[in-house]
């Protein structure tokens, strides 16, 4: 009816989709960091296991303490941050040297960080990494 205001129900609704609409927007950006950790390195030492473990030439993902370790040589180590930067997801394997995001395919080379396939574009944040009696320890030194 002319002159009559929308019901509160009618409005709510509304607010919800505008709201879920925008946030759907955001999550499907290309440079969009939503669910990406602001930090995404370990924030504290943390012992990844054998240093021996990584392959020369080879990577490997550790995906529970969201690293992911390259090891270019004999006692030489690249750590990048194995959570996605599109939308956060940890990547789920590594094959050669690409690391595989499941929940929108982007793809990483895990020697660089670089995002080789979309949606991310953003390169996966460096990680410190270093041997230590054996033992590979990723993030800031205690």
């Not at 925008?22 to 054998?50: F, I, M, R, W, Y």
Request: proline share 9%; with cysteine.
């Amino acid at each position: 009816m002319p002159g009559q205001t929308p019901a509160r129900r009618t409005v709510l609704k509304g607010a919800a989709l505008a709201g879920a609409a925008g946030l759907g927007a955001a999550a499907c950006s290309t440079e969009s960091k939503l669910g990406h950790a602001q930090v995404p390195t370990p924030t504290a030492p943390v012992d990844l296991g054998a240093a021996e473990a990584v392959p020369v030439g080879g990577a490997l993902l550790f995906r529970e303490q969201r690293v992911v370790v390259h090891r270019p040589s004999e006692g030489e180590y690249r750590a990048f941050s194995a959570q996605c930067t599109h939308a956060g997801c940890v990547l789920d394997k590594v094959e050669g040297t690409e690391g595989n995001c499941p929940c929108h395919g982007s793809r990483f080379d895990v020697t660089t960080g670089r995002a080789l396939v979309g949606p991310a574009t953003v390169p996966l944040p460096e990680v410190p990494v270093r041997a230590e009696g054996g033992r590979l320890v990723a993030g800031p030194e205690a």
